[in-house]
């Protein structure tokens, strides 16, 4: 009997992690995912929401504007910047 291989796509996005000043934790977006947005108390516990919200948002995605729209993107470079006042 052969096995069935099951393939899937991965993808990288950049997610920004936001500390909440008032009730702590941190909030966190995938911009490229307009709409993808989680939180947790801890950054692991973030960033583990967000991985299962970017995985629902695309099979979400992929069920209603079919595989094509997934875009690649682009690597982004994140540094700082001063500004002087």
Do not use: H
Request: aromatic letters at 8%; a negative charge.
């Amino acid at each position: 009997m052969k096995e069935k291989v099951i393939k899937k796509q991965v993808s990288e996005y950049v997610a920004v992690f936001e500390p909440d000043q008032r009730v702590g934790g941190y909030s966190v977006s995938i911009p490229a995912l307009p709409g993808c947005i989680s939180e947790g108390d801890t950054f692991e516990e973030a960033l583990a929401n967000i991985r299962e919200a970017a995985q629902l948002y695309v099979e979400v995605m992929q069920q209603t504007k079919g595989k094509d729209w997934l875009k690649k993107e682009s690597r982004v470079i994140i540094a700082p910047v001063q500004v002087a006042f």
